[in-house]
C-alpha cells in the first residue's frame, strides 16, 4: 500500500469520525446506507459532541470542521429549501458568512507581510475585529490615508494545504468510483473534480478574485443592473486584496428589503436579467451567488440595484456552448421537445443512433408538468432528477464545462423562490433570451462582427497568393500521388490477371497428362492417341509458365 493510499484512509476516517462526532449518521436511518451505521461508529474512535444541538446546527459545525470544501456544500444547500428542512436551511446559512473567524492580528501580520508596510503607513484606521468570515477568507473594515472607506479581504492561514488535502481526496475518490461504477464513467466524476480543482485553486488567490470583479464591474460600467465595488491595486496581492466598502442590505434577509419598500417582484426579475446578462452578453458569470455575496441598494425601492461582491469564482462559457443553452432554453419554452433531442444529438451529448422520437417523448414527461406553474409551486431540484433519469436511460454524457452553470441556476432558483415566490421563471427569462438570439444573429451584428475580423483579414490578405500557390502543389503532388497509385493498382490487376491465366493453363496441362497418362496404361499397343494427349499437356504447361501478354 501507498504512502497516499494511507493518507487518503487516514483522510476518510477524520471524515467518519467528524459526522459521528456530531451524530450525523442520524442521516443514513431512512436510507438504504442505514446497514453501515455499525461499521461506521465503530471506525469513527470519538465520543458523540453537541448532542442537545438541532441536527441542522450539528451538520453546520461538521461541515466547518471539515473545511472550505465542504462549507461552500452547506452554502449550496442552504438555498435549496424546496429540497432540505426548514431548520436545516437557517443553520446551513449562517455558513454564508458567519464561519469562525481567526486571530486579528493574525491578519494584520499577513497584511503588512504581503504588502511589506505596516498597517499604519497604509490604512488611517484598520479594524482588527473581522467584519464577516467566511469558508477561505475574511474581511476587515478599513479606512485609506485620503479617507477612504474600504474593506481588507485577508486568506485564511494554511488554507491552501487543507483545501489541497480535500482535493486530493476527492480526486482519489473520483478514481475509484469511475473504476467500480460505470454511473461514474457517465457523470465523468474525474473531469468535474479536475474542473472543480481548477476553479477552487483561482478562487484561493486573491490576485484573481481582484482581476474578477474589475472585469464584472466594467462588464457592469453605467448599469442601474448591478454594482460591483472597486478595486485598489495597489494593495492587491495573492493573500491580500482591498476594495471599496459597500453599503447595501443582504439579499438574504428578505423582511428588511420588505420594510424598505422594495418592489420584491422587480427584485426578482432584475435578478434572472443579471444572470442571462452574463452568461449570454458577457460569457463571464458570478457562479457563488448564494446570499452572503449579495446585497441590495435600497435607495431606488422601485428600480433596485443589485451589489455582488467575492468574485472568486467566475465561470465562462464559449460561443457553442452559449448558442446551445439558448436554442435548447428557447425549445424549453415553446415546448418543442424535437428540437432539444436533435439539439442534444448534434452536440454529440447523445449518441447519434439514439432514437429521436423516444428521447423526444422522455424529455417531454421530464418537463411538460412543470409549464405554466409559478416557482414556488415547481422544483428546479426535482426537475434535474427526473433530467439525470432520462440522462441514464439514454446515455447522456454530462458536460463538465457547465457545471458552474448548472450550480448558479441553483442558486437563481434559491434567490427567486426567497424574494418573490410567485415569480415565473420561464415567463421572465423568455422575452430576454430571443431578444438575444435575434440580435446575436441579426445583420447589424454580423456587419458587426465582420468589421472586427476586417483588419485580420487585410493582415492576411496579401499571404493569399502564396497559400494558393503552395495549396495548388499539395493538389498537384496529391493528383501524382494519385496517378502512381492508379498505376500501382492497374499493374496490381495485370499480375492477377496473368496469375489466373497461368493456374487455368496448369491445371489443363495436368489434366491432359494424367489422362494420357490412363490411356497409356489401358492401351499399351495403341499409344498414339497418348502421345497427343501428351504434347497437348506439355503444350499448356508451357504457357502456364509464360503468361506474359495475356
Not at 421530464?366 to 405554466?372: M, N, T
Request: with cysteine; proline share 5%.
Amino acid at each position: 500500500m501507498t504512502m497516499n493510499s494511507l493518507k487518503h484512509i487516514h483522510h476518510a476516517m477524520t471524515i467518519n469520525r467528524t459526522l459521528i462526532k456530531y451524530g450525523l449518521d442520524e442521516f443514513l436511518a431512512p436510507t438504504p446506507l442505514a446497514k453501515f451505521r455499525p461499521i461506521a461508529k465503530l471506525f469513527s474512535f470519538t465520543p458523540r459532541v453537541a448532542k442537545d444541538r438541532p441536527r441542522g446546527e450539528r451538520l453546520a459545525l461538521a461541515l466547518t470542521e471539515l473545511g472550505p470544501i465542504y462549507i461552500k456544500l452547506g452554502q449550496m444547500l442552504s438555498t435549496r429549501r424546496d429540497l432540505i428542512p426548514a431548520d436545516i436551511a437557517d443553520e446551513l446559512s449562517k455558513l454564508q458568512d458567519q464561519v469562525e473567524p481567526f486571530d486579528g492580528t493574525v491578519a494584520r501580520q499577513i497584511i503588512e507581510q504581503q504588502l511589506e508596510q505596516p498597517i499604519d503607513a497604509i490604512f488611517a484606521q484598520f479594524e482588527e475585529k473581522p467584519m464577516a468570515s467566511a469558508s477561505v477568507a475574511q474581511v476587515h473594515s478599513a479606512a485609506l490615508k485620503d479617507g477612504q472607506a474600504v474593506v481588507v479581504k485577508v486568506l485564511r492561514p494554511g488554507i491552501r494545504q487543507k483545501i489541497q488535502k480535500d482535493l486530493n481526496m476527492m480526486h482519489s475518490l473520483a478514481n475509484w468510483a469511475e473504476h467500480y461504477s460505470s454511473e461514474a464513467r457517465r457523470f465523468r466524476i474525474k473531469e468535474v473534480v479536475a474542473d472543480y480543482d481548477s476553479t477552487i485553486k483561482r478562487e484561493i488567490d486573491l490576485r484573481i478574485e481582484a482581476a474578477n470583479c474589475s472585469n464584472l464591474r466594467n462588464n457592469f460600467e453605467d448599469s442601474e443592473l448591478l454594482y460591483v465595488p472597486k478595486i485598489y491595486w495597489d494593495y492587491c496581492r495573492n493573500k491580500v486584496m482591498v476594495m471599496e466598502k459597500i453599503s447595501g442590505l443582504p439579499i438574504g434577509e428578505v423582511q428588511k428589503l420588505i420594510d424598505a419598500g422594495i418592489d420584491m417582484k422587480e427584485l426578482a426579475n432584475r435578478g434572472v436579467e443579471i444572470f442571462f446578462t452574463q452568461v449570454f452578453r458577457d460569457s463571464f458569470f458570478h457562479a457563488d451567488m448564494h446570499p452572503g455575496n449579495i446585497f441590495v441598494d435600497a435607495s431606488n425601492p422601485e428600480k433596485p440595484q443589485y451589489i455582488a461582491i467575492d468574485c472568486g469564482i467566475m465561470g465562462t462559457l464559449d460561443e457553442s456552448d452559449k448558442r446551445y443553452l439558448a436554442d435548447n432554453f428557447l425549445a424549453f419554452f415553446e415546448r418543442d421537445y424535437r428540437r432539444i433531442a436533435e439539439l442534444h444529438v448534434a452536440s454529440g451529448w447523445i449518441d447519434k443512433h439514439v432514437s429521436i422520437p423516444e428521447f423526444e417523448s422522455a424529455i417531454r414527461a421530464a418537463c411538460e408538468p412543470i409549464f405554466g406553474k409559478k416557482i414556488a409551486e415547481i422544483s428546479f431540484g426535482h426537475f434535474l432528477i427526473q433530467l439525470f433519469q432520462t440522462a441514464r436511460e439514454f446515455n447522456m454524457q454530462v458536460q463538465p464545462q457547465l457545471v458552474l452553470l448548472q450550480k448558479t441556476l441553483l442558486y437563481i432558483e434559491g434567490l427567486g423562490r426567497q424574494l418573490y415566490p410567485e415569480l415565473d421563471l420561464w415567463q421572465t427569462a423568455q422575452p430576454y433570451l430571443k431578444q438575444w438570439v435575434k440580435e446575436k444573429y441579426s445583420p447589424i451584428n454580423f456587419f458587426k462582427q465582420m468589421k472586427q475580423e476586417t483588419p485580420q483579414i487585410l493582415e492576411e490578405l496579401p499571404k493569399v497568393p502564396n497559400k494558393v500557390i503552395k495549396a495548388l502543389d499539395q493538389v498537384n503532388q496529391l493528383a501524382d500521388s494519385f496517378d502512381e497509385i492508379k498505376k500501382q493498382m492497374v499493374e496490381l490487376e495485370a499480375h492477377k490477371l496473368r496469375q489466373q491465366y497461368a493456374q487455368k493453363h496448369a491445371i489443363i496441362g495436368s489434366s491432359l497428362a494424367i489422362t494420357a497418362g490412363l490411356l497409356y496404361s489401358a492401351l499399351p499397343n495403341n499409344w498414339w492417341p497418348a502421345v497427343g494427349l501428351g504434347v497437348g499437356a506439355a503444350y499448356f504447361l508451357i504457357k502456364s509458365l509464360w503468361p506474359a501478354n495475356k
